[in-house]
């Protein structure tokens, strides 16, 4: 049986070095100069420390025909400086949350995963140097972040605060096909929906909505939407889901 090629990433450093553990062998991590590695081995996970993550850019075009929901986030970033620090709040039950921030385009993907949090008082931090993103040209107002806790074998989402909060909460969806939401909706669970709105055009890349939720109560949420992909000369896939956060207007000011 064949494996399964991974992805090629590319990772920049002011030192030049970098822990790197190929996706591909069990072999552990080691330490090397990147630019001393044949670009046809560069096929690998990235991690760097301190502190403790896996942070790299895909440098060639998305493939895929999903629609993926990438941020649930409030942030007010006009521009990285030479750290940034996410926070994520904590909820009754929830342990060890998932995280992964990111920058889609058409031409690169940036990922920073696996990441060694710190626990404070209402919640976890992750603060790190942002000179891959600054060097790769990212944009900050293009960074995305999603959290999760698993709660009873489900996934309860947490918006990430990125910077500072910006008093509304964006939830970003991405896809490479041309999608139309046709339903987009907040409702508290069990409740009628306080939200809705559409994106009625179709269209690729992202799609961005926006919340103020800062006079809602505390509690557990549900977002709602109905979409279509639109492919050519191919029927339309409907895709209708509901997604389970957690809002605190706290965490908003």
Same mark, same amino acid.
């Given at each position: ?128 140097? #942002?000179?891959?993103? !600054?060097? =790769? ?5 293009? %960074?995305?972040? /999603? &959290? ?61 909505? #926006?919340?103020?939720? !800062?006079? =809602? ?5 549900? %977002?709602?939407? /109905? &979409? ?26």
């Amino acid at each position: 049986m064949s494996r399964r090629q991974p992805s090629i990433y590319r990772l920049y450093s002011a030192s030049g070095y970098y822990a790197i553990q190929f996706s591909s062998c069990p072999f552990p991590i080691i330490a090397f100069s990147f630019d001393d590695v044949p670009h046809s081995r560069r096929k690998c996970c990235i991690h760097r420390k301190p502190p403790e993550r896996c942070e790299g850019i895909k440098e060639e075009q998305l493939s895929g025909n999903s629609l993926s929901l990438i941020s649930i986030a409030t942030r007010n970033l006009a521009s990285f400086g030479k750290t940034l620090t996410l926070q994520i709040p904590q909820i009754n039950g929830g342990k060890n949350p998932q995280v992964r921030v990111q920058s889609l385009d058409d031409k690169y993907h940036y990922q920073l995963d696996d990441l060694l949090l710190s626990k404070n008082g209402s919640g976890f931090s992750f603060s790190w140097d #942002t000179y891959v993103l !600054r060097k =790769a040209k990212i944009p900050a107002n293009k %960074l995305r972040a /999603v &959290a999760s806790y698993s709660l009873n074998s489900q996934p309860v989402y947490v918006p990430v605060i990125l910077g500072q909060t910006s008093g509304k909460y964006e939830f970003v969806f991405y896809s490479q096909d041309r999608v139309r939401f046709t339903n987009f909706e907040i409702l508290p669970q069990g409740e009628k929906a306080i939200y809705s709105t559409s994106r009625p055009n179709s269209r690729s890349g992202e799609t961005i909505f #926006t919340w103020d939720g !800062r006079n =809602a109560p505390a509690g557990r949420y549900e %977002l709602h939407f /109905v &979409a279509n992909i639109d492919r050519r000369n191919e029927p339309s896939d409907r895709i209708e889901r509901r997604i389970v956060f957690e809002h605190n207007p706290n965490w908003l000011k």
